[in-house]
């Protein structure tokens, strides 16, 4: 299907590589002059917009030379089915994807909520890598979250064991739900924010269109690089509160009760 160039979505995180090679673009854009056939770009399509999932080479050189459109081989699927496809192309055909191509592939599936939790094979096979540079990746992220660990106190053996209190289930506080509410507004306008802040950026570069459009599809793959990023960030950051204030109350009770041990001994 011959699919025009602005009906094509760019920006929604489908690009899998850490960056484009303008020499590739400027090889394939004299190739497409000379009449030179390629392979179709691999588009998935939600009904509404059209992910590229393969071939942003072959697309920004379609644009370099001017040309209205580019042929695009079409499937359904939604922006989750895209991304996920995105990791295991040009395994084939193509600029080949460089290790870093790849680690960036495994650190999204590793991330993203629909396969972070598939075996290394699993995904290994969805990035067309080895297993084993998955779990390389697996093992180097689950040291640097046990890094942030704070070392637990063992209580006393012979201290007596302390009652649990049940938890009781607690009504949502309505401030609560405010905050949760200002907070997530604030989120959004912070994202629109930055998308301005890169537009107004993008046009003022000293450069033609088509590397302001290469510069702005990166820049927004890095804003959603830097949103899973942080997102990783406060959740070790929470775990490690949450193992400060474990370790606060226990040795609370290990002071209490080695009181009592104390008294009962006097």
């Not at 000379?34 to 071939?55: H, M, Q, R």
């Not at 495994?106 to 995904?123: C, G």
């Not at 905050?179 to 950026?201: G, P, R, Y």
Request: hydrophobic fraction near 35%; charged fraction near 30%; aromatic fraction near 4%.
């Amino acid at each position: 299907m011959h699919l025009s160039l602005d009906k094509i979505t760019i920006d929604a995180g489908t690009q899998s590589r850490v960056s484009l090679d303008k020499q590739t673009i400027a090889e394939y854009a004299e190739a497409m002059k000379d009449g030179a056939k390629f392979t179709p770009c691999l588009v998935i399509s939600d009904g509404k917009k059209n992910y590229l999932v393969d071939g942003f080479h072959r697309y920004f050189a379609a644009r370099k030379i001017g040309a209205p459109g580019i042929e695009c081989d079409v499937q359904e699927g939604t922006l989750d089915d895209a991304i996920i496809k995105s990791w295991g192309v040009n395994g084939k055909h193509g600029l080949r994807p460089t290790p870093k191509d790849r680690r960036k592939a495994v650190l999204s599936a590793l991330s993203h909520p629909k396969t972070k939790n598939k075996s290394s094979r699993e995904i290994a096979d969805l990035c067309h890598c080895s297993h084993f540079m998955v779990q390389s990746i697996k093992k180097e992220l689950e040291e640097k979250k046990q890094g942030s660990k704070v070392e637990e106190i063992p209580v006393s053996e012979q201290a007596p064991a302390v009652e649990q209190v049940l938890a009781v289930e607690e009504i949502p506080d309505e401030g609560d739900v405010f905050k949760e509410e200002m907070e997530a507004t604030i989120e959004l306008l912070k994202a629109e924010n930055e998308a301005l802040a890169d537009k107004l950026a993008v046009a003022s570069m000293d450069a033609d269109d088509l590397d302001k459009a290469m510069a702005e599809s990166t820049i927004k793959d890095l804003r959603a690089q830097i949103r899973v990023l942080e997102i990783e960030l406060k959740t070790v950051t929470e775990s490690r509160d949450s193992f400060q204030r474990e370790n606060a109350q226990l040795m609370k009770q290990v002071n209490s009760l080695t009181n009592k041990l104390k008294k009962l001994q006097a």
